[in-house]
């Protein structure tokens, strides 16, 4: 155990379980809020109608444009429509991008918001925002991104196609993988990484063959709320510079580009951090780290080439040169031939190697 170390908790009240979402109206209530704005993706937008019927004459209308990576443009765009309709707490319903929007407003407006996830992200648990301007994904982390609230409702993940749980519950792996070896990790977080990891382990196979099992997908949203905890806590590294880089430039899509990416980038930092592989191993119940993540990859079903997401063979060179700009800590120093290899490895969707 390291015994030098510091952990901070996060104030963020959780509300978890079956039905919760009809703690909505209190939960508002709490926060002072009476004009609120409830937020989705244009495909989630019947949802977060229902969402807004159910807050009733405090619900200030909706904005269902979130979009991948978080684009500045559209930020700014709900900014303005929360100043239309002054709006004082946004409930940001959904995955990754519509958190990430209620983040981007909370950066610029200072209000309160609620996330109520519908998918493993984790990122409702971070005061983290990721956006994405000219083809670039930068990152802040700052108070006041932090949801005030989560709402975990077990039962909206139930209409999670079993695909998109795999790859949203890989990329919330990937937060407890690199939590593992961290330059800042400490006890506490390695334990709820460990915990996630293999939450997710029990879980994932059996939603991929009952995606109505209440039992795997509580199991899941709990991996997703301790995961989430985990990158809040601890710094990340090369896996998700990697996955900003790759989203940002060649518009990947997020979760899928996770999965694809985490089993190669834990061997490339296998031999540096070997305490970090071993409790992963452990997790999966597998003999190695990376082998293990690629295999339960492939049980899942989930994609595991870049080539198959959309990523051009010549973008390996760019993304190679965008990775060494402004680098992440990382257990082992990054080479551009190793990343290099490793990106190619990823993009044909070979096996992870050393």
Same mark, same amino acid.
């Given at each position: 155990?390291?015994?030098?170390?510091? !952990?901070?908790?996060?104030?963020?009240?959780?509300?978890?379980?079956?039905?919760?979402?009809?703690?909505?109206?209190?939960?508002?209530?709490?926060?002072?809020?009476?004009?609120?704005?409830?937020?989705?993706?244009?495909?989630?937008?019947?949802?977060?109608?229902?969402?807004?019927?159910?807050?009733?004459?405090?619900?200030?209308?909706? !904005?269902?444009?979130?979009?991948?990576?978080?684009?500045?443009?559209?930020?700014?765009?709900?900014?303005? %429509?929360?100043?239309?309709?002054?709006?004082?707490?946004?409930?940001?319903?959904?995955?990754?991008?519509?958190?990430?929007?209620?983040?981007?407003?909370?950066?610029?407006?200072?209000?309160? %918001?609620?996330?109520?996830?519908?998918? !493993?992200?984790?990122?409702?648990?971070?005061?983290?925002?990721?956006?994405?301007?000219?083809?670039?994904?930068?990152?802040?982390?700052?108070?006041?991104?932090?949801?005030?609230?989560?709402?975990?409702?077990?039962?909206?993940?139930?209409?999670?196609?079993?695909?998109?749980?795999?790859?949203?519950?890989?990329?919330?792996? $990937?937060?407890?993988?690199?939590?593992?070896?961290?330059?800042?990790?400490?006890?506490?977080?390695?334990?709820? $990484?460990?915990?996630?990891?293999?939450?997710?382990?029990?879980?994932?196979?059996?939603?991929? %063959?009952?995606?109505?099992?209440?039992?795997?997908?509580?199991? $899941?949203?709990?991996?997703?709320?301790?995961?989430?905890?985990?990158?809040?806590?601890?710094?990340?590294?090369?896996?998700?510079?990697?996955?900003?880089?790759?989203?940002?430039?060649?518009?990947?899509?997020?979760?899928?580009?996770?999965?694809?990416?985490?089993?190669?980038?834990?061997?490339?930092?296998?031999?540096?951090?070997?305490?970090?592989?071993?409790?992963?191993?452990?997790?999966?119940?597998?003999?190695?780290?990376?082998?293990?993540?690629?295999?339960?990859?492939?049980?899942?079903?989930?994609?595991?080439?870049?080539?198959?997401?959309?990523?051009?063979?010549?973008?390996?060179?760019?993304?190679?040169?965008?990775?060494?700009?402004?680098? !992440?800590?990382?257990?082992?120093?990054?080479?551009?031939?190793?990343?290099?290899?490793?990106?190619?490895?990823?993009?044909?969707?070979? $096996?992870?190697?050393?």
């Amino acid at each position: 155990m390291n015994h030098d170390f510091i !952990y901070e908790a996060l104030p963020t009240r959780v509300i978890f379980g079956q039905g919760k979402l009809q703690s909505l109206p209190h939960e508002v209530e709490r926060l002072g809020a009476r004009r609120v704005l409830v937020l989705s993706t244009p495909q989630q937008e019947p949802w977060a109608q229902n969402v807004s019927e159910l807050l009733g004459s405090v619900s200030a209308g909706i !904005y269902s444009n979130a979009t991948m990576h978080t684009p500045v443009e559209i930020s700014e765009q709900a900014v303005a %429509q929360v100043q239309r309709l002054e709006a004082d707490c946004v409930v940001a319903l959904g995955g990754g991008s519509t958190t990430g929007l209620g983040k981007a407003i909370a950066l610029r407006t200072g209000l309160p %918001q609620i996330a109520v996830p519908t998918t !493993y992200a984790g990122s409702e648990m971070t005061p983290i925002l990721g956006e994405t301007e000219n083809g670039v994904k930068t990152t802040k982390r700052l108070p006041v991104i932090l949801p005030k609230t989560v709402i975990y409702d077990v039962d909206l993940s139930l209409t999670l196609p079993a695909a998109l749980s795999a790859t949203s519950g890989l990329n919330a792996m $990937a937060h407890a993988v690199e939590a593992l070896y961290a330059q800042d990790r400490n006890p506490v977080t390695s334990i709820m $990484a460990e915990e996630g990891l293999a939450a997710f382990a029990r879980a994932l196979p059996t939603i991929t %063959q009952s995606p109505k099992d209440i039992e795997a997908r509580s199991d $899941a949203l709990y991996g997703a709320w301790l995961c989430g905890i985990c990158l809040a806590s601890a710094g990340m590294a090369l896996h998700h510079k990697l996955c900003h880089v790759l989203g940002g430039a060649f518009d990947l899509p997020h979760a899928q580009t996770h999965a694809v990416m985490l089993p190669h980038t834990a061997a490339y930092n296998s031999k540096a951090a070997a305490d970090a592989m071993q409790r992963i191993a452990r997790a999966l119940n597998a003999p190695d780290a990376a082998q293990g993540l690629w295999d339960l990859a492939g049980k899942l079903g989930a994609p595991r080439s870049l080539k198959e997401l959309g990523m051009p063979e010549a973008g390996i060179e760019l993304a190679t040169e965008l990775a060494l700009k402004n680098p !992440y800590w990382n257990p082992r120093p990054l080479e551009a031939d190793g990343i290099r290899k490793l990106l190619a490895r990823a993009w044909a969707g070979e $096996a992870p190697s050393l």
